[in-house]
């Protein structure tokens, strides 16, 4: 077995195992290969001259104490159900750790796994349940730009810090999720539960969880010691977020994301 770096010739073999293995809608393949294909920064593992495994650490930036750091973000870590149980993933996260600089991060499909590969959770965020509120609200939403929406996630993560998202990133998430925003906060909806609900100010928390309430959002996952924190009510589940292997990333908020 041979683990190395992707090349350009690569692109197809390495389209059709993502496809494959995640089953994924023609449309996000299309739009992810076309966009976030480097070669350069995808480790993979070839039998017979056949590519078996893969992933992509995507470059990225987080931010802490107010500095910008260089780190790596893995996605589309995959491997054929044939060669699977036979240590090639363990393999190509060991090469991209030792091969790549800074921080190697990443939100988890089995979190134990990437625990017994050295990987540690860095932060949680709080679910609670809401109560529907069937007031009409005179709250009017916003419909705000990538921009927009940095401006309020940088400000709601700014004391803890953040895994940083450029523009295709936030295109990315408001494709897949319903969203819900009002100047300076906004909620990413999926199958009823607010699983990111981001504001800048005690007021802007208030005016949001209205509207969540209004349509029946049942959940809502929020940081820890956020404007939200006194406006909750009842126990909180303590839902574990994204993982690094660098533990001076403890706290930072590290989200799924494309």
């Given at each position: 077995?041979?683990?190395?770096?992707?090349?350009?010739?690569?692109?197809?073999?390495?389209?059709?195992?993502?496809?494959?293995?995640?089953?994924?809608?023609?449309?996000?393949?299309?739009?992810?290969?076309?966009?976030?294909?480097?070669?350069?920064?995808?480790?993979?593992?070839?039998?017979?001259?056949?590519?078996?495994?893969?992933?992509?650490?995507?470059?990225?930036?987080?931010?802490?104490?107010?500095?910008?750091?260089?780190?790596?973000?893995?996605?589309?870590?995959?491997?054929?159900?044939?060669?699977?149980?036979?240590?090639?993933?363990?393999?190509?996260?060991?090469?991209?750790?030792?091969?790549?600089?800074?921080?190697?991060?990443?939100?988890?499909?089995?979190?134990?796994?990437?625990?017994?590969?050295?990987?540690?959770?860095?932060?949680?965020?709080?679910?609670?349940?809401?109560?529907?509120?069937?007031?009409?609200?005179?709250?009017?939403?916003?419909?705000?730009?990538?921009?927009?929406?940095?401006?309020?996630?940088?400000?709601?993560?700014?004391?803890?810090?953040?895994?940083?998202?450029?523009?295709?990133?936030?295109?990315?998430?408001?494709?897949?999720?319903?969203?819900?925003?009002?100047?300076?906060?906004?909620?990413?909806?999926?199958?009823?539960?607010?699983?990111?609900?981001?504001?800048?100010?005690?007021?802007?928390?208030?005016?949001?969880?209205?509207?969540?309430?209004?349509?029946?959002?049942?959940?809502?996952r929020v940081l820890p010691n956020s404007p939200f924190s006194?406006?909750?009510?009842?126990?909180?589940?303590?839902?574990?977020?994204?993982m690094s292997t660098d533990p001076s990333m403890a706290g930072?908020?590290?989200?799924?994301?494309?």
């Amino acid at each position: 077995m041979k683990i190395e770096r992707a090349s350009e010739r690569d692109f197809a073999e390495l389209k059709t195992l993502w496809s494959v293995v995640f089953d994924e809608e023609p449309q996000f393949l299309e739009h992810f290969f076309s966009k976030r294909f480097h070669p350069e920064h995808i480790v993979l593992a070839r039998k017979g001259g056949m590519i078996v495994s893969a992933l992509h650490a995507l470059p990225s930036t987080y931010r802490q104490k107010g500095e910008e750091k260089h780190c790596s973000f893995i996605v589309g870590a995959a491997t054929y159900a044939s060669h699977r149980k036979q240590g090639i993933m363990g393999e190509l996260l060991a090469y991209t750790k030792a091969t790549t600089e800074g921080p190697v991060t990443l939100f988890p499909a089995v979190r134990p796994f990437y625990e017994a590969h050295g990987y540690l959770t860095t932060s949680s965020m709080e679910e609670y349940a809401l109560s529907p509120d069937k007031q009409e609200s005179k709250i009017p939403s916003s419909t705000p730009t990538p921009s927009q929406l940095d401006k309020i996630y940088r400000e709601a993560t700014g004391e803890d810090g953040a895994l940083m998202r450029d523009r295709e990133g936030w295109l990315s998430l408001i494709s897949g999720y319903d969203l819900i925003a009002l100047p300076d906060a906004y909620a990413f909806i999926n199958e009823g539960i607010a699983v990111e609900a981001m504001a800048t100010s005690r007021e802007s928390a208030k005016s949001l969880l209205s509207l969540l309430q209004q349509r029946e959002i049942g959940r809502i996952r929020v940081l820890p010691n956020s404007p939200f924190s006194t406006l909750l009510a009842g126990p909180a589940e303590m839902v574990p977020m994204g993982m690094s292997t660098d533990p001076s990333m403890a706290g930072v908020y590290i989200a799924e994301q494309y």
